[in-house]
């Protein structure tokens, strides 16, 4: 291990000060922290010269030219970015989703430029997932088996997995469209394996366990036969509050399209 950190080591350094470009190395961070970007140099010299840029656009962020820091103006990175002036390492703080995007470092040392990028991911925080089932299979003998379903809202980035024990028996995951997600259980109601929910994402997970004793519990007017009636309420309500908004959004663009015709017409 130590023999592989000492050869990736030369090959970056090799990197800065002979010239070649680097590799894109990944960065993953949740919403709210914080995340540091290292240069791989342990000194900077008053003919150095360090430059942080962001973006497709490359925009320009901050940099070290004849020892002194400078910082853009940028809105993003207000209050949130620090240079360390003795080696250049960038640190972000407090990220938010639009920090996500590739930086690109560029070093000149005696008169030779290298370059390095860096592509850095920003998760949202993850949703406890909600376990329900349909109360009509209270009705069923203790023999026979109960579909129980897992959701969660508006999530991108993530896997979606039931498991038995440590064991993963079913999965589904979504990339960077943010959709909700379902994942159904058939289990019998006299299993005595233990079954949870588990989202998860490369920085973070939230997991719900599965009490199987509790299901089809007595209870007065509800619905479904777990205690979660007002979890299952609100992911019901939030999706059709989604659906209602964009039914709205189309409908002002189809106004807005009819005006426009109008005006064009009248001229």
Known sequence: MILVVLLYSCFLLDGLFGGVKTDEINVSVMEGGSFTLHTGLTVIHSDDEIEWRFGSNKTRITRIAAGNVT????????DRLQLERQTGDLTITNV????SGVYQLNIIISNKKSTMQFGVTVYAPLPVPVIFSDASQCSLSPESSRIVLCSV??????????????SVLSSISV????????????VEYQDNNTYSCVINNPVSNQTTHLDITQLCQPCSDCNLCFDTTEAVIRLVVTALMGVAAVAAVVLLVNDIRRVGRAQTIKQ
């Open 71 to 78: 910082k853009y103006d940028d809105e993003r990175f207000r």
């Open 153 to 166: 809202l508006n999530v991108s980035h993530v896997t979606l997995s039931w498991l038995k024990g440590m």
């Open 175 to 186: 990339s960077n469209i943010s959709i909700s997600l379902s994942l159904p259980l058939d």
């Open 96 to 99: 938010r989703q639009e920090h």
